[in-house]
């Protein structure tokens, strides 16, 4: 089973491993294609891109090919789903969790591209599935799943139904595991009383290829990294941040993001306005950084509204937009030297200022320790790969 590395599998991944596993497949029988890269590009998507002015989406065409030609074990099935809504920690909060469309329908247009002159997946031997699935809904999910693959893999709707809840239950872990690595991270930050920084961005941003990797050249410079889509969301952290409001009127509660974002019917952006709130309020985030590709239109909306939730407590806000426009590894170094230069010159004042603004005696600093080195964030693999062993990269 081949499942390209691309856009919300980078958030969804081991939903898909849990569901596999519990049907039967062998680690090493899921393969996820590579990073992005210009040299897959070049090798396995050269004449199959498809006309789309986003630049995460034109990349899926290497990742077909890298599944279909560069393994040196042959793929029997390439898995590519086309998600129509996410499980988010906002939902019930929000008006809905969907996912972007143009994302969503990505498979479709990405597979036009193999099928052009001929069709290569036949030619090769490759069954391509493309299941429709709505991960917000559970139960919906198991009836989707059924109706796409019990042909491919031979399933009933009893299986497909214990599959797709081992699938839930591998995301939840994965999840907990990373919200309980955030939470050590801040409580480092807290106890040192040292800055870290906030990603707000897509799930595809982690991927090196589309993001550039621009938080490791800070990560690298001594400042631990969070991303957003893993923010702690522990009850005492959230009635510490958000309790004063709640009690006052101004959100009916802590996830509440309705005083910012009425339009909430986007999961991705729906998660960037309440980081950014949360990135605001928390004192040891002294900096956000914001990443966004090229023409992103569902980005676009939220740059102006992000800047001024986080600005308005004096973090400091960095955006990277329109990433893919040119080559900007020069640009990039430039820009990552002046945040360290400012991170480094006004964090102090920005986390003592923040925690005036919060009740004394937090839960991040209730348990002082003799100062430790930061926990180091998980690798981009162990996120994908390495946490159930699951194969992934050309020749796997």
């Known amino acids: ?31 996820f294609s590579s990073d992005t890269s210009e040299d897959q590009g070049r090798t396995f998507g050269k004449g199959r891109g498809t006309v789309d002015c986003c630049y995460p989406v034109k990349c899926m065409s290497g990742h077909y090919g890298e599944l279909l030609f560069g393994q040196k074990k042959k793929i029997d099935v390439l898995l590519s789903p086309m998600i129509h809504c996410m499980p988010s920690f906002l939902k019930g909060h929000v008006v809905d969790t969907m996912t972007c469309t143009r994302v969503m329908a990505s498979p479709e247009s990405i597979k ?105 050249e800070l990560q690298a410079a001594g400042f631990p990294v969070l991303w957003g889509q893993y923010f702690p969301l522990d009850e005492d952290l959230l009635e510490w941040l958000f309790g004063q409001e709640v009690r006052a009127g101004r959100i009916d509660h802590p996830l509440d993001i309705s005083d910012v974002w009425v339009s909430s019917y986007s999961s991705n952006t729906n998660e960037i306005l309440w980081c950014a709130k949360a990135a605001a309020r928390c004192p040891w985030i002294t900096c956000v950084l914001r990443l966004s590709s090229y023409e992103c239109g569902m980005d676009q909306p939220t740059y102006t509204p992000t800047q001024k939730i986080v600005e308005a407590t004096g973090t400091l806000f960095f955006k990277f937009g329109d990433l893919d426009a040119t080559k900007p590894a020069g640009g990039i170094r430039i820009r990552t030297e002046t945040i360290l230069h400012y991170m480094s010159k006004y964090s102090e004042e920005i986390i003592a200022r923040k925690r005036t603004y919060l009740p004394p005696d937090g839960p991040l600093t209730l348990a002082v320790q003799s100062p430790a080195p930061p926990p180091r964030a998980p690798a981009q693999g162990e996120s994908m790969a390495s946490v159930q062993g699951v194969s992934g990269g050309p020749g796997a």
């Not at 919906?140 to 059924?146: C, I, W």
Request: with cysteine; net charge negative; hydrophobic share 40%.
């Open 1 to 31: 089973m081949g499942i390209p590395k691309v856009l919300n599998i980078w958030n969804t991944h081991q939903f898909w491993v849990g569901f596999l596993r519990e049907l039967g497949l062998q680690p090493q029988n899921i393969v």
């Open 112 to 216: 036009a591209g193999f099928l052009k002159e001929r069709d290569l997946f036949a030619e090769n031997g490759v069954m391509y599935t493309s299941p429709f699935v709505s991960l917000s809904q559970p139960k919906l999910v198991v009836e989707q799943l059924y109706e796409s693959l019990h042909e491919a893999l031979d399933l009933d709707m009893a299986e497909t139904e214990r599959a797709v809840k081992a699938g839930y239950r591998a995301l939840e872990q994965i999840e907990g595991k990373l919200r309980a690595h955030s939470r050590e991270i801040l409580q480092w930050c807290a106890q040192q009383n040292k800055p870290c920084v906030l990603v707000l961005a897509r799930p595809y941003h982690m991927d090196t290829g589309i993001g550039h990797e621009i938080e490791a």
